[in-house]
């Protein structure tokens, strides 16, 4: 290990900790004063000014071997060979005579498919999060490891904007030629885990691979279900169903064999967390996971879902394992049923809706939820999110590659798309109220168990697409969201606001068939 640090630039670590367990990893964590205990055993940290992912400080190496590949613009920004090069070699010397935490493990639960990664971490908690979060390897796969691609993770050196070209302190940026990623001055564990997800997006896809920003869980007679949404969607919720075997929470790979898991853990949002709804990620925050900024109590230890003091981002990282039905290959056959999940804070796209494949396409471009208003002030609305393919901040190539793979997806295995709206309904945001959890989740389990196929469907004036009467354990009467909201009128001019805003943001794809464009709302 120490011959491949130098070779790589980082010459004369303090020490250099090699796939340490999650216990020994705590207890440097501990030593190191990274975090906490909880009551519960879990370890908490919090990550200073960086609490969330920051895209703004995202570079990709524009290079001649990858520049034909990548969609150059506001996610995937360009920073010159010159300029990486040189933020690399700072980095390198930063770490020289510190300890050092590495962990070798896979992306990609499927052998075939899967990439090597080696991570390198400054700090102990980074490393337990990530050893929790990637595909550990056996004792036989250690032995003889060799890394596809290395990340360095360094949230102690800050960049300076002047000097290094970059937008701030932190820099995350992706070298494809050089098969490295460096994170710079942000401690948000999540910067590890989606770089790992960009690099799978840029090199499956050449595999025929289609990879998905989604999670996945598989029913007792062996059909998947994936469940693609934005944060706060309920992603991570739905598909922990005690009904079903969870593949995965987050990241999957759709093969011509079948879905296979991109990870080897989960990592969930913490906001409001209740042990009543979500019992399988309440009961996983023990020993061995990771929690992010969550408010505790520093006599009893224990921990305050409901304060988004710091973040609404609070978030923890656990292994697929503290999940009791996972299914621990991290494998499944063709999907049956695929579910879009969006929030909408706007109070009028129906609860559930069925889609066909020109409808999927438009609304997986699209990758729609709702984020509300915060507290700025003279903000009294809530606010559109488009989020391309429902993972925009992880796409290197154009948006139509991800597409285009989607659709012939669901040709090929002809799979049931639902669009599913877990945001508010009754009025938008102040007005209306959130869905019951229990509804969401009854329309869910109706769409897995087909009871959906035989109904009768209404078509949505406004948004072109068909919702169900009915619907097991779902009131009538909440399946038609016209029907929630008192004011009737009200309803049909904030429909006609919305549906504007998807027509407005899908204007931007130019190239996109007409046929797909003839799926999305009328007004």
């Not at 920073?79 to 300890?99: H, P, V």
């Not at 296979?260 to 996971?289: D, M, R, T």
Request: charged fraction near 25%; glycine fraction near 8%; include cysteine.
């Amino acid at each position: 290990m120490k011959d491949y640090m130098e070779s790589i630039g980082i010459v004369a670590p303090k020490a250099i900790y090699r796939n340490l367990s999650p216990a020994v990893l705590t207890e440097k964590a501990l030593l190191r004063n990274e975090g906490k205990l909880t009551e519960t055993g879990a370890l908490i940290v919090t990550t200073g000014k960086y609490t969330g992912r920051s895209p703004n400080d995202r570079f990709v190496v524009d290079v001649p071997s990858v520049h034909d590949d990548i969609d150059w613009g506001k996610v995937n920004v360009p920073i010159t060979r010159e300029k990486a090069d040189s933020i690399y070699g700072k980095i390198t010397s930063y770490l020289q005579g510190r300890e050092l935490f590495v962990f070798d493990g896979f992306a990609g639960a499927d052998k075939k498919y899967s990439m090597a990664v080696r991570v390198i971490n400054e700090l102990a908690s980074q490393n337990l999060f990530i050893h929790q979060l990637l595909i550990r390897p056996t004792a036989e796969e250690l032995d003889s490891f060799a890394p596809d691609f290395t990340i360095i993770a360094a949230p102690g050196f800050k960049c300076s904007p002047e000097i290094d070209g970059v937008n701030s302190e932190a820099a995350i940026i992706v070298d494809f030629e050089k098969r490295r990623v460096i994170i710079a001055g942000s401690a948000y564990a999540g910067e590890i885990k989606k770089s790992v997800f960009s690099v799978m997006n840029y090199y499956l896809p050449k595999k025929n691979v289609f990879p998905m920003h989604c999670s996945a869980n598989i029913g007792k007679d062996g059909d998947s279900a994936l469940f693609f949404g934005l944060s706060g969607t309920g992603k991570t919720t739905l598909s922990a169903d005690p009904e079903r075997m969870l593949i995965g929470d987050d990241e999957h790979g759709w093969s011509e064999e079948g879905v296979f898991n991109f990870e080897g853990g989960c990592y969930a949002k913490c906001i409001n967390l209740s042990q009543e709804n979500e019992p399988q990620i309440w009961n996983a925050i023990k020993f061995g996971a990771l929690v992010e900024n969550v408010i505790m109590d520093e006599d009893t230890r224990k921990l305050d879902f409901a304060d988004g003091t710091l973040t609404e981002n609070t978030r923890v990282g656990y292994p697929v394992t503290y999940i009791p039905n996972c299914v621990i290959e991290g494998v499944g056959g063709h999907p049956k049923t695929v579910v879009f999940l969006t929030a909408d804070a706007f109070g009028v796209l129906p609860p559930i809706s069925k889609l066909d494949k020109d409808s999927a396409m438009y609304h997986f471009v699209s990758g729609y939820t709702s984020k509300l208003a915060g507290t700025e002030r003279g903000i009294v609305e809530p606010q559109t999110t488009f989020s391309t393919c429902f993972g925009a901040p992880f796409l290197p190539l154009h948006p139509s590659v991800y597409a285009e793979m989607l659709g012939n997806r669901i040709d090929e295995h002809d799979a049931d798309v639902f669009l599913i709206n877990t945001g508010w309904v009754g009025g938008a945001y102040g007005v209306g109220s959130r869905i019951k959890l229990r509804y969401t989740r009854a329309m869910v389990t109706a769409a897995l168990r087909g009871e959906l196929k035989d109904v009768e469907y209404d078509i949505h004036p406004v948004f072109n697409i068909k919702f169900p009467k009915t619907c097991p354990n779902v009131p009538d009467e909440v399946l038609n969201p016209r029907e929630m909201w008192a004011d009737k009128e009200a309803y049909d001019k904030q429909a006609v606001l919305l549906a504007g805003k998807f027509i407005d943001n899908f204007a931007k794809y130019s190239n996109m068939p007409q046929h797909i464009i003839d799926a999305g709302p009328r007004i």
